[in-house]
């Protein structure tokens, strides 16, 4: 093959942020945290959010040894970085972009399109859902733990 093969580019993408995840960190500054779980694959996240005004000025996210598959870690690491010094407004608008792509809408902006293979597979979309779902409750306040099988919009 001598064009690009796109799906093969996504999957680096995934892979390259699975293994070397970015703010895959406690923020000790944080104002928002969010708890989310995938109780169908295991995944686990701990969102720590830094609200300042009215933008994300730090974000960082945790995951238990073993408590996180490659699809929940590099889209929690993308997320991370997708909404990172941007206005709440803005990440709440890429929540539901990248909500809305995994339910066949558009694609998301950036390297968040690399997710949009996963809906050839409907058992990881909440493996990739989980951690915008857990930066929706940190922004909302939310106080309740999220999960993939009792949040009415998953
Ligand atoms: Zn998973």
Redesign the pocket.
Known sequence: MTSPDLGELYQQTILDHNRNPRNFRRVVSANRTAEGH?PL???RIQLYVQVEGDAIADIGFQMPQGAG?A??KASASLMTGAVKGKPVADAEELFRSFRDMLAGGAPAPGKLAAFAGVRAFPS?IK?ANLAWHALHAALQNRAEPVSTESAGDF
């Open positions: 995938n694959c295991g995944d598959c699809i929940s990881r493996c």
